[in-house]
């Protein structure tokens, strides 16, 4: 039996902006009726608080406009981030 499970894969891709700062931009695909081991739910679970606390660095250590723009290039990011807080 196979129960509904969302896992995200991110990748990470770093480039310079114009003003010479490195800019991340994360994509993520979202994998739906995949059945993990207790394993690997574990580690889901490890990588969702990584993610978080990356993005969360990343918003303190930005000015808003950069903040802001991080947002719109990858909106799921928003997502991602407010799952933190649950």
Known sequence: MKRKVECC???VQKKSNNNGK????TSTVVLSNTKLSTLQEKYQKKLEGARFRMINESLYTQK???????????????????????
């Open 9 to 11: 894969v991110d990748s």
């Open 64 to 86: 808003g406009e950069e903040a802001f723009a991080e947002f719109q290039l990858d909106p799921l990011k928003f997502d991602i981030y407010h799952k933190g807080f649950r």
């Open 22 to 25: 490195i800019v991340t931009e």
